[in-house]
């Protein structure tokens, strides 16, 4: 089993990144923190709160990040258009029964780092903010975590935030720069790779006929995420498995093939935000090129939607 943290804005690819995760006995999660991006930061908690409750996953702790950017910004707005008022598409879950956890979620990353040296792995499928701040006051963990994987960055193709930039990097640049150039071991599962990794709507029916309550959410929560790229003419015909893929390469890194590169982020101007990457064997980071998708969509449809 591979311990890991996950690190969440969730959202409906979280959402379904972490019921993947949850699902998987390879996984063993120590503990989901959260951060902001498609929600705010108590919203993200609040979620992931509930869908574990709905998962049967409570005992999994949940750690709430900074309300703010590496260098005190305030949050962009979030992204209801696509992840809905709630950030789960406006699907309902029961409130949560368990309170999210005392200690903030850099100190929590610092201390299971320690707890388990060598033996863990961080999934960010958010901004680095998070990760910025465990690094930044413990610089000692970047030698003690096995990896980094994250979603976010768009290598070799353009953003989805701006033409530039994906938007976990450009929710907190400054925070990626840092953690990039911090010497942390990562793998980056970029657009490059999640943009071709999609859900079909087919799919919707298929869990609606399962009729249970963890079916019908994820139906309800993905149909509005298909609607909102439907309806701004999008021709992506479905929506994409970004954060799901971070698990999945957690799971089984041969779902992808990698490069080692020197990716380094803009943090200023009409770029801000990218991610450029040069092709280095002895880069700061794995970088996904290429995505076996049905093998993958295969292995993730297989488990999201177990019963609990
Ligand atoms: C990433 O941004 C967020 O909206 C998604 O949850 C995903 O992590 C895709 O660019
Ligand atoms: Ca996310």
């Known amino acids: 089993m591979k311990n890991i943290i996950l690190d969440v804005d969730t959202g409906i690819d979280d959402a379904l ?13 120590l503990g989901v923190t959260t951060t902001f991006g498609n929600t705010s930061v108590s919203e993200a908690t609040r979620n992931t709160l509930q869908l574990l409750q709905l998962l049967g996953a409570e005992n999994i702790p949940v750690f709430h990040g900074v309300e703010e950017t590496f260098t005190g910004r305030k949050p962009a707005e979030k992204t209801t258009w696509i992840h809905g008022e709630n950030g789960l598409g406006n699907a309902q879950l029961p409130p949560a029964r368990k309170q999210v956890e005392n200690m903030k979620a850099h100190d929590f990353l610092i201390s299971t780092v320690h707890s388990y040296p060598n033996d863990i792995t961080i999934i960010t499928t958010a901004n680095q903010g998070n990760l910025a701040r465990a690094i930044q006051k413990d610089p000692e963990i970047v030698h003690l975590v096995e990896d980094v994987i994250l979603m976010g960055g768009a290598v070799t193709v353009q953003g989805n935030t701006t033409p530039y930039a994906e938007a976990n990097i450009y929710h ?24 071709k990794t999609l859900l079909k709507r087919s799919t919707l029916d298929d869990w609606r006929k399962k009729d249970t309550l963890l079916s019908h959410f994820l139906a309800n929560m993905c149909e509005f995420y298909m609607d909102a790229y439907a309806e701004r003419n999008s021709n992506l015909n479905g929506c994409a498995l970004h954060d799901p893929l971070a698990v999945g390469v957690a799971i089984d890194s041969s779902f992808v093939k990698m490069k080692t590169m020197s990716v380094h982020v803009i943090t200023e101007g009409k770029e801000k935000g990218q991610t450029v990457g040069k092709d280095n064997e002895d880069g700061n980071m794995k970088v996904c090129m290429d995505v076996d998708v049905q093998r993958f969509v295969d292995h993730f449809l297989s488990r999201v939607c177990l019963d609990s």
């Open 17 to 29: 990144a972490l019921a993947y995760a949850v699902h998987s006995p390879e996984l063993n999660i």
């Open 172 to 195: 907190d640049p400054e925070a990626a720069k840092f953690t990039f150039q911090s010497g942390i071991p990562m793998t980056l599962v970029g657009l490059d790779v999640t943009l």
